[in-house]
Structure formats: C-alpha cells, structure tokens
C-alpha cells in the first residue's frame, strides 16, 4: 500500500547581510550569534525526531499482516490491502486504490442480501433453475490455509453442480462469521460458500450454507478445526468428507449477485440453502480466535461479513435440490 505523509518544509533560511565588505564580518558574527545557533541546532533536531518518526511509521505499516485481495476464486489481478473494519473497511471498498474496486460501491447486484421468505414467489412458474450437485465423499488431498480474511479449503477434482443446463466444478469452499447473507432480517452463527466455477465460459456459482447453535460439535467442521485450524499465514493437507455435511431437504433459494469482497464481481449464481446444519458454539469461537482485522489477531474478532447489500428489484426465487454422492 502507498502510505503518503504529509512533510512540512523546515528548511531555515537565514539572511545575511554585510557579506561584501569584510569590515562588516563582526556583523555576520552577530547574525549568527546565539539565537541563530539555537535556531540551528533546534531545526536539526526537529529534522532527525522527524526521521526517526517516519521510519518508524514504516516499520509499523510493514508489521501489520498485508492481506491478498481475493475474490471467492483467488483470482483478483492486484495485490492489495483490505479489511472488514476501519478506513479500509466495506463502505470504503468502492475508493480505495484509485477505485479499482468501484463496482463494490457502484454495482446494482451486490452480495450478500436479506432474503425475506414470504416475498419469494410459491409458483411453479417463477421457480428458479434446479440444482444438482454431484460430490465426492471424501476429498484426501485438499489444502486448508488461513490467509487472515478468511480459513479457506482449496479442494482436489471430482465435485462438480449442475445449474440452469452448465456444469460447474468445486474449488473452495470457506467461512464468514457471522453470516453474510441474511433470512428474513436474521444473521447466523456462521455461512460456508462452496465455490464452483464453470472452466468454459468463467462462470462462478456459489452454494451457501448457514450455519445454526446447537450443543453438538459438527463433524464436518472437525475435520478442518482438528486438531486446530491454521494460524494466520500457514496451510496444511487435510481429507475431507463431504457425507459429513447435512444439508439435504428444504429445498433452496436462487439470485443473480457478486463476490462478497473485492473487487465485488457481479454475474454470480448464488444458491442459498435452506436447511441450516448445526455447529457448537465453541467451534464459532475458536474461528473468530483466529481471523482478525487491522493487525490485530486475537480477542478482537469483528467479523469477516460484508453488510447485506439492497437487491435493487432483483428477483429471489426457489430452486429444487438434488445431492447425489459420487463414488470412488
């Protein structure tokens, strides 16, 4: 990042007068008698406390962690710094970097939403596309990495979804707490996006998962959490199996949105599921213990959500679902 100090001039200038005629040097010495001296020695002062000020300025701004910017997909085409807080935080997305993010201000079709149930049409007719996902049981050579916006699953090949006649294949899948996407006014504990990506056309559908308390840890989220997630900066193997994620029935929930953090994308197939698995509560915690903002990386969680966004006249609309496991 380009950090800009503003630099008073204190350059001294002094005024010499009789420097002509060498009869006048007592003069010159009275002009830089004691006072001038102090003047001096106080402006060299000034200068070195500014030098050290400033570098250690530097040295602070390069300690805090520097986070990629990434999209849902990893893929943003800059390197740069943003949070979830502070004046780098989401109403600031749009402005930062000379507005290589604008379309996070400027988009109509920005992610997440509110989605109030009662206004999703019950119709067949304005029913969304079906969606099919078709997943391995268990993914043995995933990655799990923490890269301090987030705690990420890179997976191995074989799940993929169909959507509205396209195939699309699972990258990710990673988490926002609390949720991003609100139902009927109300946030979760937690939200998983699954990421898919159709290889043709660059095409991005995102199936989310909301995430409710209950007194029994989730064994899917144990896979990752452990023995214990990554610390900020690290990645680890881990097998994953996907048998132990229960989101079957209820159906789901379809819209045309964005990536949820810069540079906001738009053109994004978003599925919300309906059903809503549930996760300890010491699970949620010991996430938020671990992905901090601005620098700071424990006890002070303030959330890895982006604030619901206006759906602007978009339609939400119901989708059916199907999950078939893929053998072998």
């Given at each position: 990042?380009?950090?800009?100090?503003?630099?008073?001039?204190?350059s001294l200038s002094v005024r010499m007068?009789?420097?002509?005629?060498?009869?006048?040097?007592?003069?010159?010495?009275?002009?830089?008698?004691?006072?001038?001296?102090?003047?001096?020695?106080?402006?060299?002062?000034?200068?070195?406390?500014?030098?050290?000020?400033?570098?250690?300025?530097?040295v602070f701004v390069s300690s805090v962690p520097r986070h990629s910017t990434s999209t849902s997909l990893g893929s943003a085409s800059a390197e740069a710094t943003w949070s979830y807080d502070g004046i780098r935080g989401p109403s600031q997305w749009g402005e930062l970097f000379n507005r290589e993010f604008q379309e996070c201000s400027e988009g109509r079709e920005q992610s997440p939403v509110d989605v109030i149930t009662a206004a999703v049409p019950a119709d067949r007719a304005s029913a969304g596309p079906k969606l099919t996902v078709n997943y391995r049981s268990t993914h043995e050579q995933d990655t799990v990495t923490n890269n301090g916006h987030t705690v990420k699953v890179i997976v191995d090949p074989g799940s993929y979804a169909n959507f509205n006649g396209t195939r699309y294949d699972m990258l990710q899948f990673h988490f926002h707490s609390p949720s991003e996407h609100h139902l009927d006014g109300l946030a979760y504990p937690m939200e998983t996006h699954f990421v898919y990506k159709d290889s043709a056309s660059g095409s991005v559908l995102v199936l989310?998962?909301?995430?409710?308390?209950?007194?029994?840890?989730?064994?899917?989220?144990?896979?990752?959490?452990?023995?214990n997630l990554p610390a900020y900066g690290e990645s680890r193997p881990v097998s994953v199996s996907l048998n132990d994620l229960d989101v079957s029935g209820d159906g789901a929930?379809?819209?045309?949105?964005?990536?949820?953090?810069?540079?906001?994308?738009?053109?994004?197939?978003?599925?919300?599921?309906?059903?809503?698995?549930?996760?300890?509560?010491?699970?949620?915690?010991?996430?938020?213990?671990?992905?901090?903002?601005?620098?700071?990386?424990?006890?002070?969680?303030?959330?890895?959500?982006?604030?619901?966004?206006?759906?602007?006249g978009r339609t939400v609309r119901r989708s059916a679902l199907q999950l078939t496991p893929i053998r072998g």
């Open positions: 990042s380009n950090i800009q100090l503003p630099m008073a001039d204190h007068e009789g420097e002509e005629k060498s009869t006048r040097v007592p003069m010159r010495s009275a002009v830089l008698g004691t006072e001038p001296r102090r003047m001096v020695l106080s402006t060299l002062s000034y200068t070195i406390a500014m030098t050290i000020f400033i570098g250690a300025a530097i989310a998962v909301l995430w409710k308390l209950g007194l029994e840890r989730s064994t899917f989220l144990d896979q990752l959490w452990l023995p929930l379809s819209y045309s949105g964005s990536f949820t953090t810069p540079p906001c994308t738009q053109g994004v197939n978003w599925v919300l599921l309906k059903h809503t698995p549930t996760m300890a509560e010491e699970q949620m915690h010991e996430f938020e213990q671990l992905i901090g903002h601005s620098g700071c990386h424990l006890n002070c969680f303030v959330g890895n959500n982006r604030p619901v966004q206006p759906l602007n």
